[in-house]
């Protein structure tokens, strides 16, 4: 690889762990989440005087992956992750996996043996490179100390450009100790790596002629709007065209929730209205989006009426799932802006107001009563946040009454974990996303399981007073799994019941203000006071409904015909209650 405009920075003779150090000056690192053991030992030498650099540590390296995920999501800057070998390097796995399945940008940074030890089962070691391989965009093993340098301004590279992911950097232990000079690249050039800048015109202009001439359009907006750092182009857009607006749980925030053209999320537990306007429309415009199964359900029903559009910066993604009339690859933001200059006013009149219409009758919904909702506690946070703040949510059910019930206006106000669907994800990503952003409230919502797979990280919290407020939806219940088997499997409830600890007791043990609240009355007052307390993490206990579901819900690799859309679905036989798509079935 060819390094241009090398910048010599020191002269004299540097270790592997000082290099190491200046590099992440160099790309203006200014957090690193990690764990020390015996194979970084050397680095974390190297830290302790580096003054530009935060060290986090965290309690668990899985923490420390989704911190800097989420870290990366509120910023748009990659999250750097530094451990130790052997089960420092393979705790990490999960949340690479999670930053790879949901395109996010971080580093991580793992130290092994040394390199005459490696492949001789030696004290902590493993196999880090191959065990990532097929979930990283890219890794190493440094064998030599001159490539230092440039391998970890490489990962850098990969790491942010083209479509976003995690890339590791294998560091071994006798590597790190040898010293050389230290010159760092400020541009690199990958004979392998070409991220697609140009847009092809031809395929601009056969969008165009598809856009101009829709009578029901649908914009579909996915997490790549908002990787691009596109919901200005898409909001200008979206209002020069008079087009409805759908995104994907990724896209939430992308095209603010309060115009009129919003129609919400889609998909799975979308809205029944935006479900229905994508069956309907005669041109679908993919942003960013890739067609994933939680959307589409049945790829060869979806959006059958339709002419396609997608744009997305992976030439992977195009056509992968569902094919494209009118495949655009580049960076979205340079789409949707030479795509401004070329699209007329669409005639949506009539389009629009059908939309209004079936909003007005199939509206988001549920009862309320003195039983806590979690949809009334995830609605009353919108109401007294104004959509102001910064959501991270766990896995499960409240994930889902999240985006549907919480006002987005904002893009990266919502944080969460897609692809992968992992428990566990939300604490330490707020926490990740509460060292990157000052300028919001950061809430962390969990459910009564995932809370429990990363909650040591509660003591990192403590430690640094983050004014994270931590919401935790306890309904005794994997609710989303009790709520599939109450659905499709006879309510035979196979291990999803909960016996949880004193939520309250544990919470003040780590440090915490907490609280507990039982009756809705309750949950307003709460909420504001948390929303109040910034002297440190306020940690709430809300006891809701158990037997809760959320709707509207497509079943998986059905279609909308099969979609539920009614708080009680259960007919008199006992079996769910279909009330899907009779608009169409009547014509």
Not at 216 to 225: E, H, K, Q, T
Not at 254 to 281: K, Q, R
Not at 419 to 426: A, N, R, V
Request: proline share 5%.
């Amino acid at each position: 690889m060819p390094a241009k405009s090398m910048t010599t920075t020191s002269e004299k003779l540097m270790t592997g762990s000082e290099i190491f150090v200046q590099c992440l000056i160099a790309e203006g690192v200014d957090v690193v989440f990690g764990y020390p053991g015996g194979a970084n030992i050397g680095i974390y030498d190297a830290l302790h005087d580096a003054v530009a650099i935060k060290h986090v540590l965290v309690r668990h390296e899985q923490g420390a992956t989704h911190a800097a995920e989420g870290y990366a999501k509120a910023t748009g800057k990659p999250g750097v992750v530094l451990v130790t070998s052997g089960p420092g390097a393979t705790n990490t796995v999960t949340g690479i996996a999670d930053a790879f399945m949901d395109s996010i940008p971080i580093v991580v940074f793992t130290g092994q043996v040394p390199l005459k030890l490696i492949g001789n089962d030696a004290f902590q070691e493993a196999d880090i490179v191959g065990i990532t391989r097929p979930i990283t965009k890219h890794n190493y093993l440094v064998r030599d100390i001159r490539e230092l340098a440039k391998t970890i301004k490489e990962a850098f590279y990969i790491a942010t450009t083209g479509r976003p992911g995690p890339v590791l950097v294998d560091l071994p232990k006798d590597i790190m100790a040898q010293k050389t000079t230290f010159e760092y690249p400020q541009h690199v050039e990958l004979r392998s790596y070409k991220p697609i800048v140009d847009v092809d015109i031809m395929q601009i202009m056969k969008a165009v002629k598809l856009i101009n001439e829709a009578k029901r359009p649908v914009l579909y907006v996915g997490g790549g709007a908002i990787q691009s750092n596109a919901s200005a182009e898409l909001k200008a857009l979206a209002e020069k065209m008079q087009c409805p607006v759908t995104t994907t749980l990724h896209g939430l925030g992308s095209f603010p929730e309060d115009n009129p053209l919003s129609m919400g999320m889609l998909g799975m537990h979308g809205t029944w209205y935006s479900n229905i306007a994508v069956s309907m429309c005669d041109v679908l415009i993919a942003v960013g989006a890739r067609f994933d199964d939680r959307v589409t359900g049945n790829v060869n029903a979806f959006a059958s009426n339709a002419k396609k559009i997608h744009i997305d910066i992976d030439p992977a993604c195009i056509s992968k799932n569902v094919v494209a009339d009118a495949p655009i690859v580049g960076d979205v933001k340079n789409v949707l802006t030479k795509l401004m200059d070329l699209v007329h006013r669409v005639d949506t009149h009539d389009w629009l107001a059908t939309i209004e219409q079936w909003k007005k009758e199939h509206p988001l919904r549920y009862t309320h009563g003195k039983e806590i909702r979690s949809q009334y506690v995830i609605h009353k946070l919108g109401e007294i946040t104004k959509g102001n703040a910064i959501l991270v949510t766990d896995v499960g059910q409240h994930q889902m009454w999240t985006a549907q019930f919480f006002n987005w206006i904002h893009p990266r106000s919502h944080i969460t974990s897609g692809g992968l669907g992992t428990m566990g994800f939300s604490l330490p990503a707020a926490m990740g996303a509460a060292f990157g952003r000052k300028d919001l409230s950061v809430i962390s919502i969990s459910g009564d399981g995932g809370i429990q797979m990363n909650i040591q990280e509660l003591a990192t919290i403590v430690e640094h007073k983050l004014p994270l407020k931590i919401f935790v939806i306890n309904n005794g219940f994997l609710g989303m799994v009790r709520q599939w088997q109450e659905l499709f499997y006879e309510r035979r409830y196979s291990q999803v019941a909960l016996r949880n600890p004193d939520f309250v007791k544990l919470a003040e043990a780590y440090g915490c203000r907490a609280y507990k609240v039982t009756e809705s009355s309750e949950v307003e007052g709460v909420v504001r006071n948390a929303m109040a307390y910034n002297d440190g993490p306020v940690f709430v206990e809300f006891v809701v409904a158990q037997e809760d579901n959320v709707f509207p819900m497509m079943p998986s690799g059905q279609t909308v015909n099969e979609m539920i859309d009614t708080p009680d679905p259960v007919n008199k036989n006992g079996q769910p209650d279909h009330k899907g798509l009779s608009i169409l079935e009547k014509g």
